[in-house]
């Protein structure tokens, strides 16, 4: 008896199985047909956008429309998945418009470049560069739409070049990208065949202790990208870079050990720069770069402006000019849009207090990703 029901069981599974799959085209074609009718929406606002000569990517509205999807999710979907699969939708959308250029520290698949990914989408042409400095110059001359570059390290801080070239470009912060930081160990070789150990400066940094631990022996070299540091593994007997997942992948190396940053949580914050401020969103912030007076107390009266407005403070850093004569210019960022009342106040008292004042952008604060 139990072998003659074994067909009727098996029969009554492929047809729940295909009912079930039945039900999945259905849905799938509705999908498609009600995705290209957002598009077709989404290139009407953006005709009315170039037609009034306004920025087709809104970052403060894309950002916004992200976390109403991870609002409205009741699962079994992760947020960050639907997310992503809007942030693709978006930028496929935007695309039909107008397919934007975003510079970016490469080659690719470097952290800046993940990063563009995030933000933008895979529906662009990205411009890697071979520097933060280059990132800039795309971006300023006119060559690049958008660019993206590393503003400070939850470990290491401040990334020194980014302050530099704010204090020497007119360009504008338009969105952040947090960045979750994983650095992975990658060769062509087993772990205790490794000699030398490739990365961009600050990633050997930030793996400093674990490299101490666990490769006492092997020579740290400095390379311009942790991209390139994957390719020259790639190619280097008894050679390891320390980059991320995606760069193993990309020049065929294996994974010798995961998620190596000595200070779990590292992560980067990225500026997406443009020429244009972000719109408001109520969850926003701005930053501020300013240069006060040489004499006792000349920072202390600047910073107490903010205060006196009640704008909390959520970023400073000073950078000093460049010349034989001391002097430093100081990056602030506050909670709030540059349109909001009290920011405005705070602007207009540091310009009467300050000797300079850049407005360096408005932008939507934005969740970590990675």
């Avoid at 991870?70 to 930028?91: D, H, Q, W, Y």
């Amino acid at each position: 008896m139990a072998k003659s029901d074994q067909p009727k069981s098996r029969s009554k599974q492929d047809d729940g199985l295909g009912a079930l799959r039945t039900q999945i085209d259905t849905i799938d074609r509705e999908l498609v047909e009600r995705m290209n009718q957002r598009a077709t929406l989404a290139g009407k606002i953006g005709h009315i956008k170039q037609s009034s000569g306004q920025q087709t990517f809104d970052p403060s509205r894309e950002e916004t429309v992200l976390e109403r999807v991870a609002a409205n999710n009741a699962g079994p979907l992760s947020s960050e998945s639907l997310k992503a699969v809007f942030r693709e939708l978006i930028s496929g959308s935007r695309a039909i418009e107008q397919r934007l250029r975003v510079a970016h520290l490469g080659p690719a698949w470097t952290y800046s470049h993940l990063a563009a990914l995030h933000r933008f989408g895979s529906s662009v042409e990205f411009v890697p560069v071979a520097s933060i400095s280059a990132a800039f110059e795309e971006v300023n001359a006119g060559h690049s739409h958008y660019g993206v570059v590393p503003l400070e390290n939850s470990t290491d801080g401040r990334i020194a070049d980014t302050l530099d070239n704010f204090s020497r470009l007119t360009v504008k912060i338009c969105a952040e990208v947090p960045l979750r930081i994983h650095h992975h160990l990658l060769a062509a070789c087993d772990r205790a065949s490794v000699r030398e150990v490739y990365s961009r400066p600050q990633a050997l940094s930030q793996c400093r202790n674990w490299l101490a631990r666990h490769l006492p022996d092997a020579r740290l070299v400095e390379v311009t990208s942790t991209s390139a540091a994957a390719e020259t593994a790639s190619r280097t007997p008894h050679a390891a870079a320390i980059a991320s997942r995606q760069s193993g992948v990309h020049y065929g190396l294996d994974v010798l050990a995961e998620n190596i940053e000595d200070v779990a949580g590292n992560t980067t914050r990225f500026a997406v720069i443009g020429h244009a401020d972000a719109g408001r969103t109520g969850r926003d912030k701005t930053s501020l770069m300013f240069e006060t007076e040489h004499k006792p107390g000349g920072l202390a009266d600047a910073l107490a402006i903010p205060k006196k407005q009640k704008l909390n403070l959520t970023w400073i850093e000073s950078f000093p000019l460049p010349g034989e004569e001391r002097g430093y210019v100081f990056f602030v960022e506050m909670e709030g849009h540059r349109d909001d009342l009290r920011v405005r106040r705070a602007i207009a008292a540091l310009d009467r207090r300050c000797k300079r004042v850049v407005v360096l952008g408005s932008y939507a604060t934005a969740a970590a990703v990675g």
